[in-house]
């Protein structure tokens, strides 16, 4: 169920429903619907999964769900694991090393 979802992952990052709600500047009001098994609106669900750094589909269904294929998860593991400040410059040699080798593809079809 929702609520408890939310509150356990609430209880997980050091805070309660209220506190959250509060700094997210959202009405504490809608809680009594949610205990009954309502789920927010899409604006506030997305707020909610991002202050709590989950995913929407996490907060509904209670688990992860990804069309994601295993090489195309390692891939975003590797880019979510390096360093903010040399993001950009992974994502750049890695654009460069795809456009090498995708050169290198074509160049050995056209012979």
Known sequence: MFYERLKTLCKENGTSVSKMLTELKLS???TGAWKRGQLPKGETLAAIADYLHT???FLIFGEYRC???EEQL???ELYESTPEYARYKVMCDFEDSVTREVEKFRRKRSE
């Open 67 to 69: 069309n994601l294929n």
């Open 74 to 76: 390692h891939l975003l």
């Open 55 to 57: 995913s929407i589909d």
């Open 28 to 30: 504490t009001g809608s």
